[in-house]
Nanobody, 121 residues
Framework: QVQLVESGGGLVQPGGSLRLSCAAS????????MSWYRQAPGKERELVGT?????????????NYADSVRGRFGISRDNAKNTVYLQMNSLKPEDTAVYYC?????????WGQGTQVTVSS
């Protein structure tokens, strides 16, 4: 069982930045692929990006992103702190959503409670 707690959401003006954090419980955090999803009002939950578990040639994990955020958002993980981050730059009003952290390992799949991000002037 993995418990995920997101933090760092809030209100930001267009063009601004936020960094979300997701703290995970348990000693097997480094085995999990970690993802960020978001869900805007009236829309389905969508994948923002993923960082794989660290491997031999890629100790930091491999990242990939949705087209809508590539070049603006960055995912990183600190396995010593059991934490994954989502750095969001050049935010747009359409980035407004509840952002969720996800941990996946095989058939195991865990979600955080979400944190609200609002981009508005």
């Amino acid at each position: 069982q993995v418990q995920l707690v997101e933090s760092g959401g809030g209100l930001v003006q267009p063009g601004g930045s936020l960094r979300l954090s997701c703290a995970a419980s348990g000693s097997t955090f480094s085995y999990y692929a970690m993802s960020w999803y978001r869900q805007a009002p009236g829309k389905e939950r969508e994948l923002v990006g993923t960082i794989t578990n660290p491997g031999g040639s890629t100790p930091g994990g491999i990242t990939n992103y949705a087209d809508s955020v590539r070049g603006r958002f960055g995912i990183s993980r600190d396995n010593a702190k059991n934490t994954v981050y989502l750095q969001m730059n050049s935010l747009k009003p359409e980035d407004t959503a509840v952002y969720y952290c996800n941990a996946k390992l095989g058939s195991l799949n865990f979600w955080g409670q979400g944190t609200q991000v609002t981009v508005s002037s």
